[in-house]
Nanobody, 120 residues
Framework: QVQLVESGGGLVQPGGSLRLSCAASGSIYRIYEMGWYRQAPGKQRELVAG???????NYAESVKGRFTISTDNPKNTVYLQMNSLEPEDTAAYYC??????????????WGQGAQVTVSS
């Protein structure tokens, strides 16, 4: 079994910063991709940022220049540094990972979600 555990959400004023963390644990053979999605009330879940084991990254246009995704590979952890937060960034943020538990498979896993609220 593989688990993704998130931490770091909360309430922040516009213009502020937060850092989300997501640690993967369990029977991990290899992590192929890790990323962050978010879902605001009444909206579809959308990709915020992603990174691959090869080091490539991609970002939603709305967060480019403000958010940074990074990983700590020995700790199987992905981070999302969020700066210059705006009320429109308010959402539940979900960690996502594509992980193989052996050399034959790849499965998608999700974290439990972390609420980020940007409000004055």
């Amino acid at each position: 079994q593989v688990q993704l555990v998130e931490s770091g959400g909360g309430l922040v004023q516009p213009g502020g910063s937060l850092r989300l963390s997501c640690a993967a644990s369990g029977s991990i053979y290899r992590i192929y991709e890790m990323g962050w999605y978010r879902q605001a009330p009444g909206k579809q879940r959308e990709l915020v940022a992603g990174t691959t084991s090869g080091g490539s990254t991609n970002y939603a246009e709305s967060v480019k220049g403000r958010f940074t995704i990074s990983t700590d590979n020995p700790k199987n952890t992905v981070y999302l540094q969020m700066n210059s937060l705006e009320p429109e960034d308010t959402a539940a943020y979900y960690c996502n990972a594509v992980i193989g538990t052996n050399w034959l498979n790849r499965n998608v896993y999700w974290g439990q979600g972390a609420q980020v609220t940007v409000s004055s």
